[in-house]
């Protein structure tokens, strides 16, 4: 399958591209803006794949689209690019305005047209998958049902309610025009190549820097967790087994506070990287380091997916449970800390952002 792929060089993005290439015999055009969450050498181990290609462009560039559609001629788009921090949505949402709604509008016209001038078996064949988060759902009380793909959408943020727009676009190519769609809503990601504002690498980056590990209001927010090699597997299952129209939640089983994840990146280290204090020699704890600051605002409370569709349908389920999932990546973070130095290009020094109301 030739599968054309929008914000490959992001997190969530490379880790698919990369299993598409390592598992499978699919072609992969990786079409990405390369804004300051994308990184190329996040996918150094398949540059020089043959089945691998590469266009630096804009999802909202409707000629670079087109010519980009008319000259790759996929089977399938796998749609990622997007804004996708909630802390930069409350500070700057224009931005997720326009790559997320607008750039969603102006992929959806160039597939259509691309769509509908393939013969009758690649057109029935063909498949748009958007890929999307459990954020647009909003927020569940501790004693709620997770969310299903019947879960009303409350998006909270200028993040989420980006997303929810876009969903609702792709929804409505598929009614209008019968566009053949896929929509996926995932729990938090996480793993290696995680750009350092997300949570779980700036608790590894700041702790191992001795700086503040800021943990927001009381810390018992409550998110599922996802490994992200996990999602990518999902992700192609989705798109090909998945039916036309379909929603599928896709999560880890992982509920946990973001608290209880800090404590836990807090434990890994000081077992695979204890601090020695230089003033006094002795060993200290990570724990120490834990700050509580005041909440973001309109923070949700609690996230909890509900990914038995998936399960029944596609047979798919995690394979990393929450604690082999976060050794790893504390494993791979403290083996890749020159990978950190060189995503970082200035612009982000993890500081604290969405906090400038």
Known sequence: MRILLTGGAGFIGSALIRHLLGDTQHQVLNLDKLTYAGNLESLASVAGNPRYQFVQADIGDSAAVSRTLAEFQPDAIMHLAAESHVDRSIDGPAAFIQTNIVGTYTLLEGTRTYWLQLDEARKRAFRFHHVSTDEVYGDLSSDAAPFSESTAYAPSSPYSASKAAADHLVRAWQRTYDLPVLVSNCSNNYGPYQFPEKLIPLMILNALEGKPLPVYGDGQQVRDWLYVEDHARALLRVLTRGHVGATYNIGGHNQQTNL????????????????????????????????????????DRRYAIDAGKIERELGWTPEESFASGLRKTVCWYLDNLDWCRRVQDGSYQRERLGASL
């Open 260 to 299: 209880d994840v800090v404590e836990s990146i807090c434990a890994l280290l000081d077992e695979l990287r204890p601090w020695q204090d230089t003033g006094t020699g002795h060993t200290r704890c990570y724990s120490e380091l834990i700050s509580f600051v005041a909440d973001r605002p309109g923070h």
